[in-house]
């Protein structure tokens, strides 16, 4: 739901960085990679219990992956490079409530389990969706240049990341965090279900 005010705010900035970092040679993909390789240090430590250390180095990932497409768009964008973006972004995605669930098992257990479950509901109405999209040919800029069909709703990147910062700022509430974004999440899925069956219902395979 911020995303697109949240991009007029940041995307200035890091076009700039992602533009001299171009210049040294790095790639997109290395970027990327980078912003994983951070975000699973930053699972480590809040598993461990150095949640404060998780979330400076959660952010930092979080920077790594804004900048990613920003080195992209300075140089050259790759259907691989959309594509190794999705896949880090889901893996960060579901490793941060798991090291909850390491931190303290026996509270954020069955919450991180639900939160767990609608994530991977919600990925699966949004590749569902792009999936589609790409085969009618729609296009949308709502969220910026992406290599992938973006729906809007109302959770997004945004709203995640504000979430993850939250429980680490009062990792004792996660249960009751994690419980009610879990039931945004689930609505933010069916959402889009309707969506889709507003969208494509009455397409054909062939259309």
Known sequence: MLDGQMRKIIDGPLNA?????AKTGISANAVTGV???LGIIAAVLIALGNV???LWVLLLSRVADGLDGAVARAT??????????IVADFFFYGAIPVAFI??????????????LLSFYFNGGTFLGYAILAEKHKLQTAQRGSKSLYFTTGLLEGTETIAFFVACCIW??????????FAAACFYTAFA????AYQEFGSRSPTD
């Open 171 to 180: 990792p004792q509430h996660f249960a009751i965090m994690a419980y009610l």
């Open 76 to 85: 050259q964008k790759t259907d691989f490079g959309g594509y190794w973006d």
């Open 17 to 21: 960085v992602g533009a001299q970092l």
């Open 52 to 54: 404060q250390a998780g």
């Open 35 to 37: 912003g994983l390789a």
């Open 192 to 195: 889009r279900i309707w969506l």
């Open 102 to 115: 390491v931190l303290d098992p026996s509270a954020n257990a069955v919450a991180g389990a639900l939160l």
